[in-house]
């Protein structure tokens, strides 16, 4: 596991050098700047093409954003076209940095987005529409808040219908632990979209399974670190009455092999969530029992590709039906069964991709309760 510890270090690097830059005033829009200088340089006439994120140190917001540049290499365009607005999952310095980028170039913005939680997603549409520019979401928003309520502008929202995959994973877990014993949670950001939905099919699947106790439910915050802490916290809480751990990302699920390594335990029954490429390898030798893959590679390009070609005026977003304004983006189980075989097609290289086939992967329009 000696990749685990060497993310873990990494993490802390990266943090201590955010830290860094801001003592010395460079971040928000200024981090950009000083990152991407041609970017920074553009002329003004053309469509500046954006990715707002939280921290590309992450493996799935890695392949969200390499999934950007892919589709900006697809215009005969360089990498250091895309410009990256890192938000280090601050809500306020996201859409700082968004309404500093559209002060800038104003309307020749097509921006891709994860505004971070829910309550950010109003204010960030609200800017880039106030700018005349153009916004493509993904993952959170609320459930009040439509692309076709802006016209043109807010162009597209794609979240992933996360309560069913998740039920998925707990039964593959509960089916391990023999249909007993206590059972822990670690959940995303209690605002997020996926985390809630992720949590409610953990839930889904206990009701099947009368013999499995749970033991707590804790946020994690996404973050390897974090969950470290949380499931050291739980190990010296419950002890041996832990006999299973639900994750609700893999970045998560890295922090708590390692907090049961640190204390001898090797073979506790773990499932995660996201597919990314170490997850899937830690699949593969049983160390994982199952996550749950959303491809984010393709939803990194294609949610650039769309807000790109709506600014360019390549297709008319206010034209197209409501299925494919807002739309469930693809996820696939990953079990111990299939994950060789999954690694070879998804992990081992990157399938190529027609970034003007906007919902070929869709899973359909959203659905609201």
């Known amino acids: 596991m000696s990749f685990i510890r060497t993310y873990i270090e990494q993490q802390t690097i990266n943090r201590r050098n955010l830290l860094l830059m801001s003592a010395y005033g460079l971040c928000g829009a200024a981090v950009t700047s000083a990152i991407r200088p041609h970017a920074a340089r553009a002329a003004s006439s053309d469509t500046q093409i954006a990715w707002s994120y939280r921290d590309r140190t992450n493996p799935y917001w890695n392949a969200i954003v390499s999934g950007g540049n892919a589709f900006v290499q697809s215009l005969g365009k360089p990498e250091s076209a895309l410009i990256n607005l890192i938000n280090q999952g601050s809500s306020e310095k996201s859409l700082a940095d968004i309404q500093s980028l559209l002060s800038r170039y104003g309307s020749n ?96 699947a206990l009701k099947a399974y009368p013999n499995i106790e749970l033991l707590a439910v804790q946020a994690a915050d996404w973050d390897t670190q974090k969950a470290n802490q949380v499931m050291s916290g739980f190990l010296t809480r419950y002890g041996d009455a832990i006999k ?75 034209a197209e039906p409501k299925e494919h304004r807002e739309f469930y983006g693809p996820t696939t189980l990953v079990t111990t069964k299939d994950a060789r075989d999954f690694k070879a097609k998804y992990i081992d290289t990157n399938p190529k991709y027609d970034w003007k086939n906007f919902w070929a992967l869709s899973g359909g329009q959203i659905q609201y309760k």
Not at 144 to 166: A, E, I, N, Q, R
Request: charge should be negative; glycine fraction near 10%.
């Open 244 to 318: 299973g751990v639900h994750c609700a990302s893999d970045t998560m699920a890295y922090g708590v092999i390692e907090a049961l390594r640190a204390e001898g335990i090797e073979n506790m029954p773990i499932v995660s969530y996201d597919g990314n490429p170490q997850a899937v390898d830690l699949v593969t030798k049983g160390k994982i029992l199952a996550t749950v893959f959303t491809n984010p590679y393709w939803a990194g390009g294609i949610t650039a590709s769309l807000a790109y070609y709506a600014a360019t005026g390549v297709f008319k977003p206010s």
């Open 109 to 204: 913005v097509a921006l891709a987005v994860d505004p971070n939680d829910m309550p950010n997603c109003r204010p960030v549409v609200e800017a880039v529409s106030k700018a005349q520019a153009y916004a493509s979401t993904i993952w959170n928003k609320t459930d009040d808040l439509h692309p076709w309520d802006f016209g043109d502008h807010y162009v597209s929202h794609m979240t992933w219908s996360d309560v069913g995959p998740s039920e998925q994973t707990a039964r593959v877990l509960f089916e391990a632990m023999g249909g007993k014993g206590g059972v822990v949670h670690l959940g995303g950001i209690s605002s997020n979209n996926p985390a809630i939905e992720r949590l409610a099919g953990f839930r889904n």
